[in-house]
């Protein structure tokens, strides 16, 4: 069965940062998009950044260009998102995301359980 587990979550102050890790483990062909989503109280799950296989071509939000990095190793199986300079309104669940084919089962799109981020002085 393939499962997504997040990491590195957190309270940080004001400016600080935070990396936040997802490995993707079970059996599995092919991984394609991996990505980062973000739920705050209230509102909508949005997209925050996505980083695509091969080239490694990423997207970010317009609200955390320049303060995100969205990295991912294929060895590993694992996709990061490094957050500098955060802020209040960055308070949100963060879920990882990845488009994948595990074996013998078709391509789908996998959600992490999602982890708590807290931007708070």
């Known amino acids: 069965q393939v499962q997504l587990v997040e990491s590195g979550g957190g309270l940080v102050q004001p400016g600080g940062s935070l990396r936040l890790s997802c490995a993707a483990s079970?059996?599995?062909?092919?991984?394609?998009?991996m990505g980062w989503y973000r739920q705050a109280p209230g509102k909508q799950r949005e997209l925050v950044a996505t980083?695509?296989?091969?080239?490694?071509?990423?997207n970010y939000a317009d609200s955390v260009k320049d303060r995100f990095t969205i990295s991912r190793d294929n060895a590993r199986k694992a996709v990061y998102l490094q957050m500098n300079s955060l802020k209040p309104e960055d308070t949100a669940v963060y879920y990882c995301?990845?488009?994948?084919?595990?074996?013998?089962?078709?391509?789908?799109?996998?959600w992490g359980q999602g982890t708590q981020v807290t931007v708070s002085s």
């Open positions: 995301n990845a488009d994948l084919k595990p074996a013998g089962r078709a391509r789908n799109i996998y």
């Open positions: 079970g059996s599995l062909f092919s991984i394609y998009a």
């Open positions: 980083v695509t296989s091969g080239v490694g071509s990423t």
